[in-house]
């Protein structure tokens, strides 16, 4: 089985199966928001699920393209996965968008 050489803001499809509850389900492509060192080093990564459910008045989404479609960060569902639910990279952000991303995280999480 082939390693995958994850990167912060790369965009992966991962399988988030199973999930109790409200958690976002099924395969579905995952922004990746740990820094790059954890990510080489520990065997989980920090995600923020992708949906294709547009939201635009929730404040803890990002809306953006991916693969060509409109789409959503979810922020508010951000979790840890094992590096083996992540499939294969499909996209990346863009530097603004990685922006817009650390300011929201940082809007919702920090002080």
Same mark, same amino acid.
Do not use: F
């Given at each position: 089985?082939?390693?995958?050489?994850?990167?912060?803001?790369?965009?992966?499809?991962? @399988?988030?199966?199973?999930?109790?509850?409200?958690? *976002?389900?099924?395969?579905?492509? &995952? &922004? *990746?928001?740990?820094?790059?060192?954890?990510?080489?080093?520990?065997?989980?990564?920090?995600?923020?699920?992708?949906?294709?459910?547009?939201?635009?008045?929730?404040?803890?989404?990002?809306?953006?393209?991916?693969?060509? #479609?409109?789409?959503?960060?979810?922020?508010?569902?951000?979790?840890?996965?094992?590096?083996? $639910?992540?499939?294969?990279?499909? @996209?990346?952000?863009?530097?603004?968008?990685?922006?817009?991303? $650390? #300011?929201? *995280?940082?809007?919702?999480?920090?002080?």
């Amino acid at each position: 089985m082939k390693t995958l050489n994850i990167k912060r803001y790369e965009i992966y499809v991962a @399988d988030l199966n199973p999930s109790p509850g409200s958690e *976002i389900k099924k395969s579905r492509p &995952v &922004v *990746i928001i740990s820094q790059d060192e954890m990510n080489q080093y520990l065997g989980t990564v920090v995600i923020c699920p992708i949906t294709s459910k547009i939201h635009p008045q929730w404040r803890t989404r990002l809306q953006i393209n991916c693969m060509s #479609k409109k789409a959503e960060i979810s922020v508010d569902q951000i979790r840890a996965i094992s590096k083996k $639910r992540v499939i294969k990279k499909i @996209d990346k952000l863009s530097e603004s968008q990685a922006a817009q991303l $650390r #300011k929201l *995280i940082t809007d919702m999480y920090g002080e």
